[in-house]
């Protein structure tokens, strides 16, 4: 709550994806105003906000379009904008490389440009990620770790996050960003290779089919529960100073490891079902990245919840349930 006895407003670009949901769920159980910012679409995708769709308000707006993050930033008057919008796909940025650049990179631009002409004394909180780190210089992977971004994902959110520092420094914006690990959980889209893992452990148990490709089993990541990381986002924000922070769990593991423990949870052996496939492993490959919190923890008192093979069990669940329902 503000002193003023007023609520604080938060606006949340990406609002309908996995982060802004449970970022949504955070702000508005600490008194928030929320409110989200949406594309035009003929088909509303709001799937992960219907529980909470009567408390949010939600507002048309796009990173490509500067009149509308005006109008966003006008009607909303936030004290804080949490940037998680993206062409946040990894595969897709092969694919569509000026798109990804234009929205998950200039976008940043666009929205930060925005705040300082309506209003410069809003907090901003700018979703950067380790797959910046990419051919990595250094392991574990920090705050001062260079980056090596090795798809057009990662080099647009390098930019993102260099132009965020940039306003911080030139013109004295709270801006943050928080590189944020892989981080995972049940509302995952299904083009990820966890929920494309887990979603399928759920259908092979139920005998809908028989087996998974899959890219490079052998690539490590550090994985963690979303849900934990979105409080990462707002310790950020209250902070005294604005500066940038690495959020993972510290860990790295396999995708065949994740194979094993999703399998096994349902009892089944990952190796009768999971094959290789050429077809999804990527033009130049991330093979490891692992994450040190150290700063998180040290300045914002903050530490991951949930461990890998909670995370893991976790989706299955959610997966198999998901998947009965959907035969009823």
């Not at 897709?92 to 440009?113: D, F, H, K, M, R």
């Not at 902070?239 to 790295?252: L, P, R």
């Not at 995370?311 to 329902?325: A, F, G, I």
């Amino acid at each position: 709550m503000r002193g003023d006895g007023l609520k604080k407003r938060a606006l949340i670009t990406g609002i309908t994806g996995q982060d802004g949901s449970y970022l949504a769920e955070l702000l508005l159980s600490k008194g928030y105003e929320v409110y989200g910012m949406v594309r035009r679409s003929s088909v509303e995708h709001y799937d992960r906000l219907v529980h909470i769709r009567d408390k949010i308000k939600l507002i048309q707006g796009d990173l490509t379009d500067e009149n509308s993050l005006l109008s966003a930033l006008e009607e909303s008057k936030p004290n804080e904008v949490y940037n998680l919008a993206a062409q946040s796909f990894v595969p897709t940025s092969w694919n569509q490389p000026l798109l990804t650049g234009g929205v998950t990179g200039l976008g940043v631009a666009a929205i930060l440009e925005a705040i300082k002409r309506v209003n410069p004394k809003i907090k901003f909180y700018q979703a950067s990620s380790s797959e910046m780190f990419g051919k990595v210089r250094e392991i574990p992977q920090k705050e001062t770790t260079p980056f090596y971004p090795r798809s057009p994902y990662g080099v647009a959110k390098s930019y993102g996050h260099f132009i965020t520092v940039n306003y911080r420094e030139s013109y004295g914006l709270f801006a943050c960003s928080g590189i944020l690990f892989n981080h995972e959980s049940p509302r995952r889209g299904f083009e990820f290779v966890t929920r494309k893992i887990t979603h399928a452990v759920a259908r092979i148990k139920l005998g809908l089919q028989k087996e998974i490709k899959l890219g490079n089993l052998n690539a490590e990541r550090d994985w963690g529960y979303a849900k934990d990381y979105v409080e990462a986002m707002w310790l950020m924000l209250q902070q005294s100073k604005a500066d940038d922070y690495v959020i993972c769990s510290g860990e790295t593991h396999s995708v065949k490891e994740f194979c094993e423990i999703a399998f096994s949870h349902v009892g089944l052996d990952w190796k009768k079902h999971v094959k290789s496939d050429s077809e999804f492993v990527r033009p130049a490959e991330v093979d490891q990245l692992v994450g040190d919190y150290a700063k998180a923890k040290r300045v914002l008192k903050w530490k991951p919840k949930t461990s890998f093979r909670e995370l893991v069990e976790m989706m299955v669940d959610r997966d198999l349930e998901h998947v009965r329902n959907s035969l009823r």
